[in-house]
Nanobody, 122 residues
Framework: VQLQAWGGLVQAGGSLRLSCAAS????????MGWFRQAPGKEREFVAA????????YYAASVKGRFSISRDNAKNTVYLQMNTLKISDAAVYYC?????????????????WGQGTQVTVSS
């Protein structure tokens, strides 16, 4: 699976939607996740979605502000980020693994995108 994501620049309090397109294999039986890594910090879990899209899971720091979704017909997973904070600025990674559940650990995932920068300005 090859993953490619797109980020951007936004002001604090604003919204941004990340997209991650997958290619190379059947997307519908693959669990997807978003992670982020700020400078000097470890990569951390943000959100995950099951293969069907029926189950989602969020880190406490983003719950209620971020929403993960997927379109299996387009082989794409999205991360809608609202009410962004300075502390949300990081490189965001999408990740994939074969399976039917939601997965929250870095080591759970088999495939990773190249990362995309999200910058939140004050």
């Amino acid at each position: 699976v090859q993953l490619q994501a797109w980020g951007g620049l936004v002001q604090a309090g604003g919204s941004l939607r990340l997209s991650c397109a997958a290619s190379g294999r059947t997307f519908s039986n693959v669990g997807m996740g978003w992670f982020r890594q700020a400078p000097g910090k470890e990569r951390e879990f943000v959100a995950a979605i099951s293969w069907s899209g029926d189950n989602t899971y969020y880190a406490a720091s983003v719950k209620g502000r971020f929403s993960i979704s997927r379109d299996n017909a387009k082989n794409t997973v999205y991360l809608q980020m609202n009410t962004l904070k300075i502390s949300d600025a990081a490189v965001y990674y999408c990740a994939a693994r074969r399976g039917y559940s939601t997965y929250v650990a870095v080591y759970d995932y088999e495939y990773w995108g190249q990362g995309t920068q999200v910058t939140v300005s004050s």
